[in-house]
């Protein structure tokens, strides 16, 4: 079974491919063509964190997937990214593990984004002259990365507790 590193993945994926895809996957969620029953969670007290064990399937697909994320607040302070997470890939068919996507959270930081994109896509205004983004971690990054695809707007306002936070974002944002 092979594993296939966050570098693997970051190399590989298109943006302009996981919109799309997110868009098929909505539709087929909406259409009842998809198997995704409710999330498994772990809590854990000391230290604070969390585990959500997520999966699910197309109906008319060959494979399945599980997907385990962790998050723990309180992981910057060790020098570890506070989430954390791998899926596995399996043949519907026999139950076979494919692969291990080991890519730390990245597919799910832009699964999330891709979502974001899509609903602004058929939600927004048109014509909008500037984006507000609450947050300034990973997920306010690839919320505006992707937004671009989706929007033509080049202005976007950000508030968040961490100023440094904040102008990293700042001068790492794609709009």
């Not at 500037?130 to 919320?143: D, K, M, N, P, W």
């Amino acid at each position: 079974m092979r594993i296939i590193t966050r570098l693997e993945i970051e190399k590989a994926v298109s943006i302009p491919a996981i919109l799309r895809g997110q868009e098929r996957g909505f539709l087929a969620y909406s259409q009842g063509e998809t198997v995704i029953p409710p999330v498994g969670t772990l809590h854990f007290t000391n230290p604070e964190g969390e585990c959500h064990i997520k999966y699910g399937y197309a109906k008319n697909d060959k494979y399945y997937i599980v997907k385990v994320a962790s998050g723990f607040k309180n992981n910057p302070q060790l020098g570890l990214p506070t989430g954390n997470g791998l899926m596995m890939l399996f043949d519907k068919n026999n139950g076979q593990p494919l692969c291990i996507l080991l890519d730390e959270g990245y597919l799910t930081d832009l699964r999330t984004a891709a979502a974001g994109a899509i609903v602004a896509k058929y939600l927004a205004p048109k014509n909008i002259s500037c984006i507000g983004i609450v947050g300034t971690g990973a997920q306010a990054y690839f919320q505006l990365k992707l937004l671009s695809y989706v929007t033509s707007c080049k202005k976007a306002m950000v508030w968040g507790r961490d100023k440094a936070k904040a102008e990293r974002l700042k001068c790492h944002g794609d709009l």
